[in-house]
């Protein structure tokens, strides 16, 4: 069985923003130095779901089932809750953009 391997939460954060800007799976690994394909998949979908908090756990470490970290206060919710509406929007900018070149050709 294999060593675990843990990742800086820097190196997630630049994997998701490589492959949401195209950049293939195989290129993102070389470029970053991850072993598997199934943990980009992984940090792909949390980016999705907005579960960004996940990047920050330490590994083997899960949270309870549906509840994200403890915030400080509201003010840190809150920014964390706009960093994660932030990103759909971009994600829906890229979509119709693409559908615009879609449709042209």
Not at 24 to 40: C, F, H, S, Y
Not at 43 to 67: A, D, L, S
């Amino acid at each position: 069985m294999g060593t675990r391997v843990s990742y800086p939460v820097e190196v997630k954060e630049e994997a998701v923003r490589l492959r949401m800007a195209g950049v293939p799976v195989a290129e993102v690994m070389d470029r970053l130095g991850i072993k598997n394909k199934t943990q980009l998949k992984t940090w792909m979908k949390w980016y999705r779901n907005g579960e960004i908090h996940r990047f920050q756990q330490p590994v083997g470490k899960q949270y309870t089932f549906g509840k994200g970290p403890e915030y400080v206060d509201g003010v840190e919710k809150l920014k964390a809750e706009n960093h994660y509406l932030k990103q759909h929007i971009e994600v829906l900018k890229k979509y119709k953009e693409l559908e615009r070149k879609w449709y042209q050709e």
